[in-house]
């Protein structure tokens, strides 16, 4: 985890994780960062600005996600309000109404490629590919009038078959319902279209606002297969 320290007999900042991140650390030499010890230890310099560090540690985060990303969630001080509740965030540490600007600064940090942009309903959407993660294959990042509404994580693997892919599902779903109770169930069907056999399970959570949607889809023929999780946060 990185943390920020700010020492009282020297005005000096650091950052400190647990690994060196050989692509990382290369950023933070760019940067001006002085490594110490083993490169687990970096010293930002007395002038550099407070966001500059700030977006670094966004990279790192973007660039060292390791498990399938289950939104943070906010919640608002004590208030008889019933309204005011826990909100749920998005992944990698984002938040809503996050800048199209900002981001895209974010993700050149992390080395992620924005693979395509088009638009959806209304909506620009930016294609992702390179976040690290477990089995993730591309993020698609949703933005109206510029600002960041919906995050959608797009899970596949060639090594997997459809006991991984149900395994897969089943940890994300308990991720989610540890931090957010029960889920939703909003589809179940499994039907034939032509010679496909297709399969959609999904599940939603709610929170003031903002949601989750957790899917599951396949469709097969005697010969060929296409499976896929995906996990969409929304802010709505």
Same mark, same amino acid.
């Given at each position: 985890?990185?943390?920020?320290?700010?020492?009282?007999?020297?005005?000096?900042?650091?950052?400190?994780?647990?690994?060196?991140?050989?692509?990382?650390?290369?950023?933070?030499?760019?940067?001006?960062?002085?490594?110490?010890?083993?490169?687990?230890?970096?010293?930002?310099?007395?002038?550099?600005?407070?966001?500059?560090?700030?977006?670094?540690?966004?990279?790192?985060?973007?660039?060292?996600?390791?498990?399938?990303?289950?939104?943070?969630?906010?919640?608002?001080?004590?208030?008889?309000?019933?309204?005011?509740?826990?909100?749920?965030?998005?992944?990698?540490?984002?938040?809503?109404?996050?800048?199209?600007?900002?981001?895209?600064?974010?993700?050149?940090?992390?080395?992620?490629?924005?693979?395509?942009?088009?638009?959806?309903?209304?909506?620009?959407?930016?294609?992702?590919?390179?976040?690290?993660? %477990?089995?993730? &294959? $591309?993020?698609?990042?949703? @933005?109206?009038?510029? *600002? #960041?509404?919906?995050?959608?994580?797009?899970? !596949?693997?060639?090594?997997?078959?459809?006991?991984?892919?149900?395994?897969?599902?089943? %940890?994300?779903? &308990? $991720?989610?319902?540890?931090? @957010?109770?029960?889920? *939703? #169930?909003?589809?179940?069907?499994?039907?034939? !279209?032509?010679?496909?056999?297709?399969?959609?399970?999904?599940?939603?959570?709610?929170?003031?606002?903002?949601?989750?949607?957790?899917?599951? @889809?396949?469709?097969?023929?005697?010969?060929?297969?296409?499976?896929?999780?995906?996990?969409?946060?929304?802010?709505?």
């Amino acid at each position: 985890m990185v943390t920020q320290n700010a020492l009282l007999k020297k005005p000096k900042m650091f950052l400190r994780f647990g690994r060196p991140i050989t692509g990382f650390c290369r950023l933070l030499l760019l940067r001006g960062l002085t490594p110490r010890g083993e490169g687990l230890e970096w010293e930002a310099p007395r002038d550099m600005p407070f966001f500059t560090l700030r977006r670094l540690i966004m990279a790192l985060v973007l660039m060292t996600a390791g498990m399938p990303a289950v939104a943070q969630s906010t919640t608002a001080p004590a208030t008889s309000d019933p309204d005011i509740a826990e909100q749920i965030n998005p992944p990698f540490g984002l938040e809503w109404g996050e800048s199209a600007d900002r981001l895209e600064k974010l993700l050149k940090g992390a080395k992620a490629n924005i693979v395509d942009r088009h638009d959806v309903g209304g909506r620009e959407a930016w294609t992702v590919e390179g976040l690290l993660q %477990q089995g993730l &294959r $591309r993020t698609v990042f949703y @933005f109206r009038d510029e *600002q #960041l509404v919906e995050v959608e994580l797009q899970y !596949q693997s060639p090594d997997w078959d459809v006991a991984k892919y149900d395994d897969f599902m089943a %940890q994300v779903r &308990r $991720r989610i319902e540890q931090k @957010f109770g029960t889920g *939703q #169930l909003i589809a179940r069907t499994r039907e034939p !279209q032509g010679d496909v056999m297709q399969t959609l399970v999904g599940y939603k959570w709610n929170e003031n606002n903002t949601a989750i949607q957790l899917f599951y @889809f396949s469709a097969e023929t005697s010969t060929q297969s296409y499976r896929t999780v995906s996990v969409h946060y929304k802010w709505l």
